[in-house]
């Protein structure tokens, strides 16, 4: 199968700000849920650069927060233009589909 890169950063781009639409969360938890819903192979390494690519998009905004061990955490919002992002990637998902389905093929 040919290598799905540029798919699987989208998706993967679309689940974080969708975990983090629910409520302001920290990367380490975003790791942690992303491993549990099948992205098991997922590092911090991987995400924490996407995570400042949706800062510098204006898709999320940081703040810091006490954490209850050891330093303050950065804890990543979704903005506006972060949502109209999620609605935008779930539009094209739904055309994508209906692009697939029997009757178009």
């Not at 983090?20 to 650069?49: A, C, N, W």
């Not at 804890?75 to 994508?96: C, D, P, W």
């Amino acid at each position: 199968m040919e290598n799905n890169t540029q798919l699987l950063k989208g998706v993967l781009e679309f689940c974080v700000l969708k975990f983090i639409s629910r409520e302001p969360t920290y990367g380490y938890e975003i790791v942690m849920h992303l491993k549990q819903v099948g992205f098991s192979d997922l590092s911090e390494s991987t995400l924490y650069p996407l995570l400042l690519r949706l800062e510098q998009q204006g898709k999320v905004t940081v703040e810091r927060r006490p954490s209850p061990k050891g330093p303050s955490r950065k804890y990543y919002i979704v903005t506006e233009e972060g949502r109209k992002a999620l609605l935008e990637f779930r539009r094209s998902e739904e055309h994508t589909s209906e692009l697939q389905s029997p009757r178009t093929i």
